[in-house]
């Protein structure tokens, strides 16, 4: 029997929005106005959370990247973590997300309000082979994407240079989503090895 080890894995992190929507926060969801993307839809807010209508749900998803800060980064209690930008997404049927990942963010978010039994989003792995052999069965070693189904009130939290898509959705129920991006405060690097640096 070989010995396996499996290094520098990519975490994410998924956590349940255990309250119901209000009527104003369905409102927003419905009515917020758009703009029209390269293959689906935005809201041309993007700072949506910071509606004081959103308090409750930008809590949680806060408190799942603090979560996400100690759990899985390790990171000292001197380094808090902020939303920047955030903004709502619609996908109609026979329309995707194009591969993407997010610039000037730490741990990147996204947020299922409307989904459909089949809905899911695909991660890309970062460096793809230069060559590649196919396998006889695809398993968490050999494959280079991963497909995570999309459940409503679910949250995903990952680290924002990872690549991911939507592909082209076939169910007739609009998909509505919010994605977040994230920086940190606080001190990170150590003085002693000369690479301090204090964020505030």
């Given at each position: 029997m070989n010995d396996i080890i499996t290094i520098f894995p990519t975490s994410i992190m998924r956590k349940t929005f255990e309250t119901s929507f209000t009527d104003e926060q369905i409102?927003?969801?419905?009515?917020?106005?758009?703009?029209?993307?390269?293959?689906?839809?935005?809201?041309?807010?993007?700072?949506i959370l910071d509606l004081p209508?959103?308090?409750?749900i930008k809590e949680f998803c806060l408190q799942g990247m603090q979560?996400?800060?100690?759990?899985?980064?390790?990171v000292g209690d001197g380094v808090q973590i902020y939303i920047t930008q955030s903004w709502l997404n619609w996908t109609e049927t026979g329309e995707a997300h194009h591969k993407h990942s997010h610039t000037n963010s730490i741990i990147s978010g996204v947020f299922y309000i409307s989904t459909e039994q089949d809905d899911s989003i695909n991660f890309i792995k970062k460096n793809e082979p230069s060559f590649f052999i196919y396998?006889?069965?695809?398993?968490?070693?050999?494959?280079?994407?991963?497909?995570?189904?999309?459940?409503?009130?679910?949250?995903l939290l990952f680290p924002s240079d990872l690549h991911h898509e939507v592909h082209v959705r076939e169910g007739s129920k609009t998909r509505i989503s919010l994605s977040f991006n994230s920086y940190i405060k606080g001190t990170i690097g150590n003085r002693i090895s000369l690479n301090e640096l204090v964020l505030e």
């Open positions: 409102n927003i969801f419905l009515s917020s106005e758009k703009r029209k993307g390269e293959l689906n839809s935005n809201s041309l807010n993007t700072y209508e959103m308090k409750n979560d996400y800060l100690s759990e899985v980064m390790n396998p006889k069965e695809w398993t968490q070693l050999n494959s280079h994407q991963c497909k995570i189904f999309a459940e409503e009130k679910n949250l």
